[in-house]
């Protein structure tokens, strides 16, 4: 079990419904990776609160979901959210920008407004044989001059990006994060591992191998249920969270929900067991770095 020392940040996770997300009903019966959305299409605050009522978790970060309108929308209805209820979820908010659209810095500086906002994240995984990898309408965002300018204003207005792509864009992903030394990156849900084929995973080894040399690239913990990956086989999840914290160590790394994404295939009491198992052989304050503390200092929270 837990020491009661230990309290949790769930750096990941997301509120909506089909009247203000509209693309959920697209997915109710199919069309994720994670598989169909029908028993999570509605998920607001009051549900996040009920999963995670068993644990410590007293602090938590909104990942943008595609609110329908303007991403501001979204910013301002989480700040909302925030602002009425006494424990302050989310405590963190990372929204959607476009960083190709000409009007990004005034984009970035609305979110700002909002002071729980705190980085930006814009899918970016691409599969060019694979549709239902793709959240990204093409695979040029991280090599294109236009989208690199937009993503550096991140440093001048001292704002994070969470970075979800495939193993495949690994490559490309590292020549900007080392462009941009100071601006902190995490990479999104152990990399992303849809695919789990020989050659995939040479690539997601050898990526990762090479993000984690960078100082400001940071890993989320998260998202192996949204993979298929059981989360009752406590002995492989280990083995993945091991390794990758291997590579960027127990000060990078920071644990993630992904909820409702990963409630198709997981209960929260599943996630925090694995985690607990994958973890146990580290020291207490290791545990409360990866727990929280490391989220709690990359968002600012």
């Not at 990866?290 to 200092?297: E, G, K, L, P, S």
């Amino acid at each position: 079990m837990l020491s009661k020392e230990i309290v949790i940040t769930d750096s990941h996770h997301h509120l909506w419904t089909p009247d203000t997300h509209s693309w959920v009903k697209d997915v109710k019966d199919s069309g994720h990776p994670a598989g169909p959305f029908k028993s999570i299409q509605n998920y607001l605050l009051p549900e996040f609160l009920a999963d995670i009522e068993p644990f410590n978790i007293t602090k938590s970060v909104h990942l943008q979901c595609f609110m329908d309108g303007d991403p501001i929308n979204e910013t301002k209805s989480l700040q909302t959210i925030a602002d009425s209820n006494p424990k302050g979820f989310p405590h963190g908010i990372v929204s959607h920008c476009d960083l190709t659209s000409p009007d990004v810095s005034q984009v970035l500086i609305n979110h700002m407004k909002y002071p729980n906002f705190r980085g930006t994240r814009q899918l970016l995984n691409f599969h060019p044989d694979k549709k239902i990898f793709c959240e990204a309408k093409h695979d040029n965002y991280l090599t294109d001059v236009t989208w690199q300018q937009g993503y550096s204003l991140l440093a001048e207005h001292k704002l994070t990006f969470d970075m979800h792509i495939l193993p495949r864009q690994y490559l490309q992903a590292y020549d900007v994060i080392k462009a941009n030394p100071t601006i902190n990156v995490v990479i999104n849900h152990c990399g992303v591992m849809y695919e789990r084929d020989e050659a995939t995973m040479k690539l997601w080894r050898d990526g990762l191998a090479m993000l984690a040399s960078l100082p400001n690239c940071f890993m989320k913990l998260s998202g192996l249920a949204m993979v298929h990956i059981n989360p009752d086989d406590l002995v492989p999840i280990k083995s993945i969270v091991q390794e990758l914290i291997g590579l960027f160590g127990t000060d990078r790394c920071m644990y993630g929900s992904n909820f409702p994404v990963d409630k198709v295939n997981a209960t929260y009491q599943q996630l925090i067991k694995a985690m607990e198992f994958s973890i146990a052989d580290y020291t207490l304050e290791e545990k409360k770095n990866i727990f929280a503390n490391n989220a709690n200092t990359f968002y600012r929270l």
